[in-house]
Structures are given as C-alpha cells and as structure tokens.
C-alpha cells in the first residue's frame, strides 16, 4: 500500500508541475489562453493512453500461464526499475531547465498556430509519467493480497490528493519545502524504490531456479529487523532489505547502486561548451 501511495504522490506533482507550467505560461496573454482547451485535450489523452496501457497488461497477463506470470512479473519488475533509475538521470539533467523547455516548445506551437502540437506535447507529458505508474504498480497490483483491491484503490486516491496538497504547497514557494529539496529527497526514495524492485525480481529468478544463490542465506537479520514488522516490511518494500538474504542477491543489489551512484555523478556534470568560432579559430600558445 505504502508503494502505491508514494509512487501516485510522486508522479502525479510530476505531473501536476508540467501541467501547472504551460497553464500559467497560457494563461500570460490573451492569445494563448485560446489554448487552454488544447490544453486540457492533451491531460485528457495522455490519461487515456497510460490507461490503455494498463488495460493491454492486465490483458496480456491474464493470458499467461503461472509460470509465464511469473517471468512476465520479472520483466515488469526490471522494466520498472530502469524507468526509476532513467526518470532520476533525466530529472537532474533537465530539471533546472524544464520551465524553459517547455515553454519554448509551447511557444512554437503557439507562434505558428499549431494547436495540435500543444496537445501532442502535453498528452506525451501526461502519458509518460501515467505509463510510468501503470508499469511501476503493475507489478504490486496484480501480486496484492493485502486489503484488495479497494485498499490499493484507495491508496492511489490518497496519494493523488497528497500530491495536490504537496503541488499547492510548492506553488507557495516556501523556504522549507521547494521544488529543489523536493525532487532531492524523492530522487532518493526513488531509487531505494528501484533497489527494490530489482530485488523481488531475484526473489523470483531464484524461485525459479533461474539464479543460483551460492551461499543462502549471508546471514540471518531477524532478530534484529525482522520483515514481518512494521519497520521491516517497509524497509522491504522501499529499499530491498531481507532479513536472509542470498550472496547472488546481495552482490546484484551492491552492483545496482555501484552502477547509480557512478550514473548519478556522471548526470551531475555540467555540459562542456561548445568553442566559439573566434575561440577555435585562435592560435594556441606554446610555453
């Protein structure tokens, strides 16, 4: 439940943000508030596309044998986990520049008219971070036992309204809460999230006899955190922890972040500048 909570809050203020971005920048003149219909038509389709995804999955999956779910859960579970680590890199890369972005992509559509190319920008926009939910839940939805459906039903609802306080909040500009630090801490819980993902994915690999486990478990943790608890079920869903974990687990986990933090540095770096003409064109000195 935790999950479905935390990744509807998450993606909707997404969301939320490119929407609240363009709907301001329209509604700054006259001529562009003649858009906000196009505007609205897009949240629209790009909402019905993410739930066209859904239907296909649920569809596909109801179509499998056990055996075939289990692989298919797999997939989705890994699929996920690079969506997690590939929406982080792009965060960093273009946060900072993402109001300017797509303002000037609305401002081309707007000079020449192009109604439709507004609404084909902001329907990918919603389509990508829904597409990005159904595939993040779909794996949660279709193994959930716990509180059934309704229960997941209403933790999405509590994340979506959770993500208009929070986007109300960010609106306001506070000191505490803005959208840098925002995207900071979620950029860490996301990637924890994707850790996770990635270890139910060997839970399952090695249920299957697919990946060996050369020493199971590395050791026994619980006594201290056991996964049945409050702390240690959600230590389980967001980050990965096991309380037996397997050394082929353990050493896949270890290379996930190995391979992150690397990513993430190489993401923070500024873009080198490309030489002016006047700059190439100078001789160098030699000492």
Same mark, same amino acid.
């Given at each position: 439940?935790?999950?479905?909570?935390? *990744?509807?809050?998450?993606?909707?203020?997404? /969301?939320?943000?490119?929407?609240?971005?363009?709907?301001?920048?329209?509604?700054?003149?006259?001529?562009?508030?003649?858009?906000?219909?196009?505007?609205?038509?897009?949240?629209?389709?790009?909402?019905?596309?993410?739930?066209?995804? /859904?239907?296909?999955?649920?569809?596909?999956?109801?179509?499998?044998?056990?055996?075939?779910?289990?692989?298919?859960?797999?997939?989705?579970?890994?699929?996920?986990?690079?969506? #997690?680590?590939?929406?982080?890199?792009?965060?960093?890369?273009?946060?900072?520049?993402?109001?300017?972005?797509?303002?000037?992509?609305? /401002?081309?559509?707007?000079?020449?008219?192009?109604?439709?190319?507004?609404?084909?920008?902001?329907? *990918?926009?919603?389509?990508?971070?829904?597409?990005?939910?159904?595939?993040?839940?779909?794996?949660?939805?279709?193994? /959930?036992?716990?509180?059934?459906?309704?229960?997941?039903?209403?933790?999405?609802?509590?994340?979506? #309204?959770?993500?208009?306080?929070?986007?109300?909040?960010?609106?306001?500009?506070?000191?505490? *809460?803005?959208?840098?630090?925002?995207?900071?801490?979620?950029?860490?819980?996301?990637?924890?999230?994707?850790?996770?993902?990635? #270890?139910?994915?060997?839970?399952?690999?090695?249920?299957?006899?697919?990946?060996?486990?050369?020493?199971?478990?590395?050791?026994?943790?619980?006594?201290?955190?056991?996964?049945?608890?409050?702390?240690?079920?959600?230590?389980?869903?967001?980050?990965?922890?096991?309380?037996?974990?397997?050394?082929?687990?353990?050493?896949?986990?270890?290379?996930?972040?190995?391979?992150?933090?690397?990513?993430?540095?190489?993401?923070?770096?500024?873009?080198?500048?490309?030489?002016?003409?006047?700059?190439?064109?100078?001789?160098?000195?030699?000492?």
């Amino acid at each position: 439940m935790e999950q479905v909570a935390f *990744i509807v809050w998450r993606e909707s203020v997404e /969301a939320l943000l490119v929407v609240g971005i363009l709907y301001a920048w329209l509604r700054a003149s006259p001529e562009g508030r003649r858009g906000l219909p196009w505007l609205w038509g897009g949240v629209a389709a790009g909402l019905l596309l993410a739930g066209a995804l /859904a239907l296909v999955l649920l569809g596909l999956a109801s179509w499998l044998s056990d055996t075939g779910q289990e692989w298919f859960q797999i997939v989705m579970a890994l699929a996920a986990c690079a969506l #997690v680590v590939q929406m982080v890199l792009w965060m960093r890369q273009h946060g900072r520049n993402l109001k300017r972005q797509l303002e000037a992509g609305a /401002a081309r559509q707007l000079d020449g008219r192009h109604w439709w190319g507004l609404l084909v920008l902001v329907m *990918i926009a919603v389509a990508r971070e829904g597409s990005e939910t159904v595939v993040f839940l779909y794996g949660t939805v279709l193994s /959930a036992t716990e509180g059934g459906l309704g229960g997941l039903l209403l933790a999405g609802l509590g994340g979506f #309204v959770a993500a208009l306080c929070t986007f109300w909040l960010l609106q306001l500009g506070g000191r505490v *809460i803005t959208w840098r630090r925002f995207f900071q801490l979620t950029e860490i819980l996301l990637l924890l999230l994707a850790g996770a993902l990635l #270890v139910s994915a060997t839970d399952r690999l090695i249920s299957l006899d697919v990946l060996p486990t050369w020493v199971d478990p590395v050791w026994d943790s619980s006594a201290l955190l056991d996964t049945e608890g409050v702390l240690g079920r959600v230590l389980a869903d967001f980050a990965g922890y096991r309380a037996y974990p397997a050394l082929s687990q353990l050493l896949i986990w270890l290379a996930y972040w190995a391979v992150v933090l690397w990513l993430l540095r190489r993401a923070s770096r500024p873009a080198a500048r490309p030489a002016t003409p006047a700059q190439a064109a100078a001789p160098t000195q030699s000492s």
